[in-house]
């Protein structure tokens, strides 16, 4: 169990960096811009809209398929549908393209009620009602849809209660997000927040440690003792965590490595960390 809390000298720190650029093509100068104008109200994909199918957390109000001969699973997706009694159009791929703005949709899209943010409090919540430390996530500015997406996969598969974004400089649940979790952000509760470092001022006096992910640290994730409440902060994509919110953490970790290259993409090194976090609660 952790001891008495201490702050870290964090100044001179710098932050996990990743060539996540360079491995999608999508990161551009005004991404945050791009973000605000992805669709959340459309799920796109067959295991995510089968997800949504599952979970009655948000309503489905029109399934739009492919009019083109389908096979597979999208006879599972309009099967659960016609139960549920929803409206299901037939559409040529056309239509589709132009609704998720070209993303690979697999033949089949999902027109929902938007994605319903959860509290703090509720992610708290969630952990009492388990019997359970808080295991809780905060992204500071990930940007790219697919890395949020990535990370609330792994986070369910995990045990993490909850995941916090903030409300600014951060991508949202949207149709990319849905997809790139396989519908994993259905079991996953995220809260977004206007002032993120406050937040953390919040958890810290609720007695949750907070970890920075941080390639300057001088502990490795492994040496950690991570038994007690505790929230892991993952940094921006390329410039990690800001100066500011890397102050608020109570200790700093780092990944081992030993190849050339020093940095590693933002949901790679969540994950490692959550892994991290779940073996040694297994103990």
Not at 238 to 257: A, E, F, H, N, Y
Request: hydrophobic share 35%; with cysteine.
């Amino acid at each position: 169990m952790q001891g008495k809390r201490m702050k870290s000298n964090t100044k001179e720190n710098k932050f996990i960096k990743n060539n996540n650029s360079k491995q999608t093509g999508r990161i551009k100068n005004n991404r945050s811009e791009l973000i605000s104008e992805e669709r959340e109200d459309i799920i796109i994909g067959r295991n995510a809209v089968i997800e949504a199918l599952k979970n009655d957390s948000r309503t489905i109000e029109t399934l739009y398929i492919s009019n083109n001969k389908l096979e597979g699973s999208i006879n599972t997706i309009v099967g659960m549908a016609k139960e549920k009694k929803i409206i299901i159009k037939e559409v040529d791929k056309r239509k589709l393209d132009s609704m998720c703005d070209g993303e690979t949709h697999q033949g089949v899209i999902a027109k929902v009620t938007p994605f319903k943010y959860s509290e703090v409090s509720d992610i708290l919540d969630l952990a009492k009602e388990r019997g359970e430390s808080p295991f809780i996530v905060i992204l500071d500015e990930v940007e790219d849809p697919h890395n949020l997406g990535s990370i609330a996969r792994t986070a369910e598969l995990f045990g993490v209660h909850g995941i916090i974004i903030p409300k600014r400089r951060s991508a949202s649940v949207t149709a990319t997000v849905y997809k790139s979790s396989v519908g994993a952000i259905e079991h996953v509760k995220v809260a977004k927040v206007t002032n993120l470092n406050a937040t953390i001022d919040s958890l810290k006096e609720q007695g949750i440690w907070v970890y920075g992910a941080d390639i300057r640290a001088e502990e490795y994730s492994y040496e950690v003792d991570y038994s007690g409440p505790c929230a892991l902060i993952i940094g921006n994509e390329g410039r990690g965590i800001s100066k500011l919110t890397v102050q608020k953490c109570d200790k700093l970790i780092k990944i081992p490595m030993v190849g050339k290259i020093n940095s590693l993409n933002a949901s790679v090194a969540g994950g490692i960390m959550m892994y991290e976090v779940l073996k040694g609660r297994l103990k």
